[in-house]
């Protein structure tokens, strides 16, 4: 048995993802991840934030909701810190 990964970027959704969709069709085994890119939450060299603290809420929610809509499939979302 393989075990295929699906990495979770910036589309954070299932609804209209085509390629989460056509690697649920390929796969018999898949594994949904998302790794939080520490660097985005740090300041540029300049002092400015990379997001700002709305983007960062937006971005949780966002992981939040995925977890719960692959929860409700029979499946989960496994997060990682870079």
């Known amino acids: 048995m393989t075990i295929a990964i699906y990495w979770f970027r910036s ?6 993802n085509p ?3 056509q690697a649920c069709k390929d ?3 898949l ?3 998302f790794i939080n ?6 300041d540029t ?6 997001i700002n603290q709305h983007r960062k809420v937006f ?3 966002s992981f939040c ?13 496994f997060g990682m810190h870079d």
């Open 31 to 33: 594994l949904p991840i």
């Open 45 to 50: 060299v300049w002092g400015f934030p990379r």
């Open 11 to 16: 589309d954070l959704r299932l609804r209209d």
């Open 59 to 61: 971005l949780q929610e």
């Open 65 to 77: 909701d995925l977890r719960e809509q692959l929860r409700m499939r029979g499946s989960d979302l």
């Open 37 to 42: 890119q520490a660097h985005l939450t740090r």
């Open 27 to 29: 796969e018999e085994t």
């Open 19 to 21: 390629a989460f969709t």
